[in-house]
């Protein structure tokens, strides 16, 4: 009985211990992602020149990578299940993949800082049925220096962003923000016009 009683205390640290640590763990990887995203802040996204490359396995097990994809025309859309304006977007890149596949066009998406889970329920809630991929260790978000979420590139046949500026003063290559339809397909023409 005198051994029971004198478990209990240590059954009770060893839990405390355990319980702090996982929280511990979890402010320093919050911690990890907040300065990732302090330091990309610094520098503008990109805007010209060759797309970096990349690698991803989807969330079907499916791997892509940009040099693979040379030859087709890329919209590269980056979103989070918990970005409320990536709601806004998901149906035009979902259609635009249905109107465009056939001739090329690869739409892919990357999951920025979510949860796998979150994530599969937010393709299964828009039915997207292009490729979507978690961007884990946010390695691609930092390659393209993102900005935030939703954020898209338009990459041509030969693996460089699209050249030029709209009529409204934006670069082609990228959209900051919620994509409008209109944009989306206008770009996508131009890609195919390349």
Do not use: H
Not at 96 to 124: C, N, P, Q
């Amino acid at each position: 009985m005198t051994e029971s009683v004198a478990q209990a205390p240590q059954k009770r640290r060893t839990v405390s211990f355990l319980i702090f640590g996982i929280i511990g763990a979890f402010i320093i990887g919050l911690l990890v992602v907040l300065a990732i995203a302090v330091r990309t802040r610094g520098a503008p996204p990109l805007e010209s020149g060759a797309a970096p490359d990349f690698t991803v396995t989807t969330f079907e097990g499916e791997t892509y990578s940009l040099a693979d994809l040379k030859g087709r025309p890329v919209v590269l859309n980056f979103w989070a299940s918990w970005c409320i304006p990536c709601r806004d977007e998901a149906p035009a890149l979902q259609r635009a993949w249905e109107t465009y596949k056939d001739r090329g066009v690869m739409v892919l998406g990357v999951d920025y800082v979510d949860t796998e889970s979150d994530a599969k329920k937010f393709i299964a809630e828009f039915r997207q049925t292009y490729p979507n991929a978690p961007d884990l260790g946010t390695r691609i978000s930092q390659a393209f220096r993102i900005s935030g979420v939703p954020e898209t590139y338009f990459i041509d046949r030969e693996g460089k962003m699209l050249q030029g500026i709209d009529e409204n003063g934006r670069v082609k290559a990228n959209w900051i923000g919620p994509l409008p339809e209109e944009v989306l397909i206008a770009r996508i023409e131009e890609l195919l016009k390349q």
